[in-house]
């Protein structure tokens, strides 16, 4: 397991689990001038997230999992912090110590600070929202313009997603050679409706990342993860090609498998064979709707003109039929369409026709389908050989007796089984997707439409 070499010592125990370097104080500055404090005061509205983050529950979550110390440890280090370039690098090393942290909790490394589960992906998600507020809030004693201040927000979103650190093997001829995976998931969601909901994609992605699966053949395989937000904005502006595109273009580390990963259905996995360029406009988790053809952000390669549906090159009739785990799996085909000429939108249970408009992918017209579109667009325009596309987990649900937001409890033991559950299914079905892995395998690589 490899381990991110940073000197994130003004963080302390709070942000990391292993011995920190120390970082000298930076020496005391001028402070800033009344008309600075007005135009930084500003820019501190709270996101609609970071309001979220003072009801009982986040709270509840942060001191259960020992992650409730974490804003402040960080604030107060970047309090610390002279120069815009002192700030840069100290929430760089800070966002990337919030993403190890939460990964060896998730696989048993380090003090489980609390009596939530270890297996929980709740704590990441409320911790890196208390770290984007403070940073919002910060009054830093130099001037700081708005566009730096975004851009530290964007270091930081990064680096506490595992976004900058997917760390894949160079690639050996021979038998011997490891396998790159890369996976990726996304944060709770719907959290207005409840807010103790956690995502077992992302629980996965926690769980998976650096990890070595072996196939029935013997070959190893190393996994490397990411997750993403739940909010139309970072899509349109780039931040899945940004992630992926590394480890898409070719080279020694270019990727053998990939899927991103969502949650779905209940009671159920789902292979999505049809992804579709259409936003469907469901709120965010930024209280945000979008909806229109998926836009494609300027400065990555894509393929011209942009199409109305990609396809999946997972081998779905493999992995549908394989001993995976509790969870049913589905070949996926229905996407809802409209037709050449037409003007009303129609559910295809078979996937779309020639020429139609896409309205819907198996995935549905929110941002699990548009992961899926925008990964393996990318995967087309790079003409990537190797299997990719989406998988929708089943439905994480309370136990019977803990469904009410209102009365309920953060977690209870089916709660905490079905997440465990769904992650070591979603282990077997990518150690089953690289097994059937070979040449001229089912769904291959196309846009259409």
């Known amino acids: 397991m490899r381990r991110i070499r940073t000197s994130v010592g003004v963080l302390g125990a709070a942000l990391l689990t292993v011995a920190p370097l120390a970082i000298a104080a930076p020496s005391a500055t001028a402070a800033p001038s009344a008309t600075a404090l007005s135009r930084q005061a500003a820019a501190a509205a709270p996101t609609a997230e970071e309001q979220r983050l003072s009801q009982p529950v986040p709270q509840e979550i942060l001191r259960r999992s020992g992650f409730a110390p974490v804003a402040g440890a960080f604030a107060d280090g970047l309090g610390r912090a002279g120069s815009y370039g002192e700030a840069k690098r100290f929430v760089t090393e800070a966002g990337r110590g919030l993403w190890r942290r939460a990964v060896d909790r998730v696989q048993g490394r380090g003090p489980q600070g609390g009596d939530l589960s270890r297996d929980d992906d709740r704590p990441l998600y409320w911790a890196r929202l208390g770290m984007t507020k403070a940073l919002r809030e910060w009054q830093p004693a130099f001037r700081l313009s708005a566009g730096q201040r975004d851009a530290l927000l964007a270091e930081l979103e990064r680096g506490s997603r595992g976004q900058d650190s997917i760390d894949l093997p160079a690639g050996r001829p021979g038998k011997d050679r490891v396998l790159r995976v890369v996976v990726t998931g996304f944060d709770p969601f719907q959290l207005d409706a409840d807010a103790r909901r956690s995502n077992p994609s992302g629980a996965a992605a926690l769980a998976l990342d650096g990890t070595t699966v072996r196939t029935a053949s013997g070959r190893l395989a ?104 509790p969870f049913p799996v589905r070949d996926n085909t229905a996407v809802t369409e409209i037709p050449a000429g037409g003007s009303t939108p129609v559910e295809r249970p078979d ?99």
């Open 351 to 449: 996937g779309p026709t020639p020429g139609s408009t896409a309205r819907a992918g198996g995935g549905g017209d929110y941002l699990s389908n548009e992961i899926g579109y925008r990964a393996t667009l990318l995967r087309d325009a790079l003409r990537l050989d190797a299997p990719g596309g989406h998988l929708h987990t089943p439905v994480l649900q309370f136990g019977a007796g803990n469904t009410d937001p209102a009365t309920g409890k953060v977690t209870d033991p089916d709660f905490v089984r079905n997440r465990t559950a769904i992650t070591g299914q979603v282990r077997s079905i990518l150690t089953a997707a690289l097994d059937a892995r070979r040449p001229g395998q089912e769904g291959s690589s196309s846009s259409v439409g």
């Open 222 to 325: 190393r996994v490397e993860t990411a997750v993403f937000p739940v909010r139309w904005a970072d899509f349109a502006a780039g931040t899945v090609e940004r992630t992926l595109l590394p480890h898409f273009r070719r080279g020694p580390r270019q990727v053998d498998l990939f899927t991103t990963i969502s949650q779905g259905r209940p009671g159920r996995f789902d292979l999505e064979r049809t992804n579709g360029a259409w936003r469907g406009g469901y709120p965010d988790n930024a209280r945000e709707s979008r909806t229109g053809t998926v836009p494609v952000p300027k400065g990555v390669p894509t393929v011209r003109p942009q199409p109305q549906w990609t396809t999946t090159t997972l081998p779905y009739a493999r992995l549908t039929s394989a001993a995976t785990g």
